[in-house]
């Protein structure tokens, strides 16, 4: 089975920059697309970038010309690249993969989260 290990968060200063790293381990025969997801305190978990399989990438308002996300494929990691972070930002961030195996069965497998704190 496809596990999926986050890292990169921690505590950071507004204005400043981490960047996560999500790795999935097993069997990928083809990805849908991978992502990012945030959930604060209180609220539920949203949609913060998104890469398809043919390279698309989509945005939360929020965080558009803020966030990058970009994979590499030959290591099935996906990233999120994050400056001019902001005390909203502040969430757990997981990482997501939508994807079919070899035997043409789909997958939705989720991170275990990575904390990130802004603030000053």
């Known amino acids: 089975q496809v596990q999926l290990v986050e890292s990169g968060g921690g505590l950071v200063q507004p204005g400043g920059s981490l960047r996560l790293s999500c790795a999935a381990s097993g069997s990928i025969f083809n990805i849908v697309a991978m992502g990012w997801y945030h959930q604060a305190p209180g609220k539920e978990r949203e949609l913060v970038a998104v890469?398809?399989?043919?390279?698309?990438?989509n945005y939360a308002d929020s965080v558009k010309g803020r966030f990058t996300i970009s994979r590499d494929n030959a290591k099935n990691t996906v990233y999120l690249q994050m400056n001019s972070l902001k005390f909203e930002d502040t969430a757990v961030y997981y990482c997501n993969v939508d994807y079919i195996d070899r035997r043409s069965r789909h997958y939705l497998v989720w991170g275990q989260g990575t904390q990130v704190t802004v603030s000053s």
């Open positions: 890469i398809t399989g043919d390279g698309t990438t």
